[in-house]
């Protein structure tokens, strides 16, 4: 630990050196990078109180990314896991799960099965038409609301462009592990992708992509294995996705209009590790599986219109409504003549989501000061089937749950330029809410520019999260289980609050330089969790009754030289989780618990060749918490859980041909070929069956795999 100590200590001393340079620092006056999240216009990142993080839709083609998921393995404070029971992944912020993150598509909360933003399904999350990503850690509840409590990512799609007309189209082949055969092993993706500019007010952009996974084998045995052994199946699932896209805009003066429509289709495939036999005396005995697939269907509609009203005030508006099905479907598959029988299909999870904000800022015409008011509608409209989940409605096993959950928003922010260097920016929200108590967030913004380019930010926010479907609703009771949500639930509270310093200059010897050094601290009250309220015999229940705690101090130099672009980042990240177990009046130690992180990016531009060679690079260090669980006295108690440290790295080369209009990456994700993590629980078993001390596996993904992308791009007026 003293060497990752001094290794973080020495990238913070290289940030304030760099910062308190003289003689070798000129002025540097380029453009820069235009965002967008969280701001009361589109402004540089100079000028945004908020520090946001952008991943350049460079960096995405570095990866060879074709979802949300490919790129978030390489985010510093993100850390991504998948599950092998429904084929997902999810992206955990701080330690904080993927409900307090929320994922927006150009500032619109994307739909999920279980909220607004949140619980997002990174692979469903397709990068083809997107420009870029931009990320905002912290709380973000004034200008986004419930749930934005560790941060927010919003991906900035693409509309329009410099050409008359631009056609592309993608082939990827990928190897899943070491498995890969063109049609029942690895993974094969295509897009096409076409956009046209009538003239210099219209524009549409229309695309396509197919993403075929074909499961991951690992030591299973596939679905036409018939021996009993637990071997059936796959590691992790097979799953098709299909992706359709259009944007239609009109622009002119300050005037825009935009529709933008997403299709995302979604099979995913369940084989049972469990063979039944059929004896069929005097023949053969016969062999079958009950197996099935998860289909999901989701619609996403955007109306977005800005301009000016009265001359001066400015107004930016969007409508959405996103529809999402998941169907399941089960049959009996036949081994022998490998046929399915006896399907059946039935939506067990739908929502329906109408969604609008919008903002009028620009009261005063005044570059000093401008105020921007808000309102945001949320009405959802969501259906579980009991049949297939652990719900119920009414305190009733087998009746199918439908819940309508609306909230109506409003807030406001001002931002005032004291002077040239110093900005301030307080905001409020204001929820009312039909299912909880009426809800509010708050938030203040310093930004102060000092000599030589240092920037200094510094902001508070207060924010909230809801309940979700399952902590709400969920029954399951049988003989060995009684698992209850509790309609009874408050939104959790929290606060955040950041200080950081950031330095871009230019050096004598034409290198540039940035550092950018942050400190985070969060806290989250009345945090849900699935308490112990009976020992014997054994039963949970979701309740308001812990606390979360979190200190992170980051920092990330950038450095540009010639055809060099380097990237080093590090951050400390300290986190207490307080556990109270109701039925036992045990109520854990707020110890901290400390985990050293890195990750890094390194490229070098050959321009001779119109070669680019890419390596990104990623550590996460031990994590440790406490669990509660029974040991093996069968006492309840708390448990230290420990997961092993691991490291990603992903590299690739780019080449083009034909001035740019064909380009070749090759390349290898997760070369140090993680699978699965180790996690130790000393003295517990986690629950129920606990047996004194356990360790057990955590699924990251599939190990080390090797893709080759051909892409074809032309562009003409």
């Known amino acids: 630990m003293k060497i990752k100590i001094t290794l973080f200590a020495g990238l913070l001393i290289s940030t304030y050196s760099f910062a308190q340079q003289k003689d070798s620092v000129v002025s540097q006056e380029k453009l820069s990078e235009v965002v967008v999240t969280g701001q009361l216009e589109p402004q540089s990142i100079k000028k945004s109180v908020f520090n946001v993080r952008v991943i350049s839709k460079e960096n995405i083609k570095q990866l060879a990314a074709n979802n949300l998921a490919d790129v978030l393995n390489q985010y510093l404070n993100i850390t991504v896991t998948s599950s092998g029971q429904d084929g997902r992944s999810k992206a955990s912020m701080f330690g904080l799960d993927s409900q307090y ?345 310093l930004r102060y520019l000092f000599d030589k380019g240092l920037e200094a930010r510094g902001s508070f926010g207060k924010a909230y999260r809801t309940p979700n479907f399952d902590e709400l609703y969920t029954y399951f009771v049988d003989s060995n289980h009684n698992m209850q949500g509790n309609p009874d639930l408050i939104p959790e509270t929290s606060s955040s609050y950041e200080v950081s310093l950031k330095r871009a200059c230019t050096l004598g010897s034409g290198a540039q330089i940035s550092n950018n050094l942050a400190v985070t601290y969060l806290d989250v009250n009345d945090r849900i969790d699935l308490v112990t309220t009976q020992v014997t015999p054994l039963s949970y229940k979701y309740l308001n009754i812990n606390k979360y705690k979190m200190w992170n101090i980051s920092t990330v130099e950038q450095f540009t030289y010639k055809n060099w672009n380097v990237m080093l980042g590090a951050a400390v990240v300290g986190i207490s989780r307080t556990l109270d177990l109701a039925a036992e009046n045990l109520v854990s130690d707020d110890k901290f618990f400390y985990s050293f992180r890195i990750n890094s990016n390194v490229s070098y531009n050959i321009t001779k060749w119109n070669t680019l060679i890419a390596v990104f690079y990623k550590y996460n260090g031990q994590q440790q918490q406490y669990v509660a669980g029974t040991g093996a006295d069968g006492k309840a108690g708390f448990f230290l859980n420990t997961l092993e440290p691991f490291s990603y790295m992903d590299a690739s080369i780019r080449k083009t041909f034909f001035k740019n209009q064909f380009e070749v990456t090759v390349g290898a994700r997760n070369l140090f070929d993680v699978t699965n993590l180790q996690s130790m629980q000393n003295g517990g078993g986690g629950g129920a069956h606990g047996d004194g001390g356990t360790t057990s596996n955590m699924l990251m993904g599939y190990g080390r795999s090797y893709f080759l992308k051909l892409t074809y791009n032309l562009n003409f007026n």
Not at 192 to 215: L, P, Q, S
Not at 352 to 375: A, I, P
Request: no cysteine; hydrophobic share 30%.
């Open 101 to 445: 993150f929320k994922i927006l598509v150009d500032n619109i909360p994307l739909v999920s099965d279980t909220g607004m933003g949140t619980n997002v399904d990174l692979t469903q999350v397709n990068l083809d038409d997107v420009e870029r990503i931009e990320i905002i850690e912290g709380s973000m509840g004034v200008t986004h609301g419930a749930n934005a409590v560790s941060g927010i990512l919003n991906i900035i799609t693409k509309k329009g462009g410099g050409y008359k007309w631009q056609i592309g189209a993608t082939i990827q082949e990928e190897t899943v592990g070491k498995e890969f055969a063109f049609f029942d092993k690895g993974r094969h993706i295509q897009s096409a992708k076409i956009a046209h500019n009538f003239n210099e007010n219209w524009f549409v952009n229309i695309g396509g992509n197919r993403n075929a996974m074909a499961g991951y084998y690992e030591n299973r045995q596939g679905k036409d294995y018939d021996i009993n052994d637990g071997l059936r199946g796959y590691t992790q699932l097979p799953k098709e996705q299909l992706v359709g896209n259009a944007i239609v805009g009109y622009q002119k003066d300050a005037f825009r209009i935009f529709y933008k429509f997403d299709y995302y289709g979604e099979d995913v495939h369940y084989y049972n590790p469990l063979v039944n036999i059929t004896d069929n005396y005097p023949f053969p005995d016969t062999y079958f599986s009950r197996d099935k697939r998860y289909i999901t269907n989701r619609y996403y509609h955007h109306l977005n219109a800005s301009g000016n009203l009265f001359s001066t005030l400015k107004y930016n508006v969007s409508v959405s409504q996103q529809k999402q099905e998941r169907d399941l479907e089960n049959f009996v598959y036949h081994l022998d003549t490998k046929q399915e029988t006896d399907n059946t299909r039935d939506t067990y999870q739908s929502k329906e989501v109408f969604y609008s904000t919008g903002t009028l800022s620009n009261f005063f015409d005044n570059k000093k000061v401008d105020f921007q008011l808000g309102y945001e509608i949320t009405n959802e409209n969501g259906f579980y089937d009991s049949s297939v989940g652990a719900f119920r409605d009414d305190s009733q096993q087998g009746v199918d749950i439908r819940k309508r959950l609306e909230n109506y928003d409003v807030f406001s922010v001002a931002e005032i330029g004291v002077s040239d260097r110093f900005s301030i920016r307080p905001g409020l929200r204001f929820s009312f809410q039909t299912a909880f108590d009426n809800q509010y967030a708050s938030s203040l913004g």
